[in-house]
């Protein structure tokens, strides 16, 4: 099993920044694929970023390159998503996502292990 807790969400002003965190435990943290997905209301959970285990390949939604970074520190089981140039389409409950290798990092159904979401609510 692993427990994952996210922080860092809030509300800010349309091209500002906010940077997200997630505090894994459990499993070995280190050989996970962990990834951000967002649901905005009324919409279906999609993909945001997701990092591989070594941190050394990353992945972006199309939504969100250029804008959003995606990191992670093994030594203390934590991954992030540094968010700036946000836009009131950004507003949405961001959810930290592991699971082990996988062959589709953006997937959903990849994943295993989800958080309880961190409200991010950005205004025009």
Not at 66 to 93: C, E, W, Y
């Amino acid at each position: 099993q692993v427990q994952l807790v996210e922080s860092g969400g809030g509300l800010v002003q349309a091209g500002g920044s906010l940077r997200l965190s997630c505090v894994a435990s459990g499993r070995t943290f280190s050989r996970n694929t962990m990834a951000w997905f967002r649901q905005a209301p009324g919409k279906e959970r999609e993909f945001v970023a997701a990092i591989d285990w070594v941190g050394g390949t990353t992945y972006n939604a199309v939504s969100v390159k250029g804008r959003f970074t995606i990191s992670r520190d093994n030594a203390k089981n934590t991954v992030h998503l540094q968010m700036s140039s946000l836009k009131p389409d950004d507003t949405a409950v961001y959810y930290c996502a592991a699971t082990g290798l996988t062959l589709r990092p953006i997937s959903t159904g990849a994943y295993n292990y989800w958080g309880q979401g961190t409200q991010v609510t950005v205004s025009s």
